[in-house]
């Protein structure tokens, strides 16, 4: 069941990964940075292209991950806030859904990023 909304706490990677990685290696990133994947809190993770992009959600049964695919464009670059510091940074739901639909929530003009 989708149980994801604005009440969440959502923690983007601020590098990207590869996606072919599962919930041991993701909850691994997580513990890396000295948090706690079980905390509740969402946290998600790009790929290289920014076409995909996954989402580690602890939940009272087990993990569960959310996989987004683009069928066109890419995320916006700007959600790598920072490629030499891969700490997780917060990110509001609104936001959120902006960046998964391939548009940059502050950008003056908003467009689809395509891929070229």
Known sequence: MFSLNESNKFMVYGIHVDLRKGVEPLSGLVRLMHMSPTDGSVYVFFNR???????????RGGYVIYYK??????IS???????????????????????????????????????Q
Request: charged share 30%.
């Open 49 to 59: 292209s920014r076409s995909r992009m996954k989402l580690l959600h602890w939940e």
């Open 69 to 74: 695919r683009l069928e066109q464009g890419r």
């Open 77 to 115: 670059r700007k959600v790598f806030r920072s490629s030499s510091n891969p700490l997780f940074y917060s990110m509001r739901w609104d936001e959120l859904l902006l960046f998964m639909e391939g548009v940059y929530p502050s950008a003056a003009r908003r467009k689809r990023f395509n891929i």
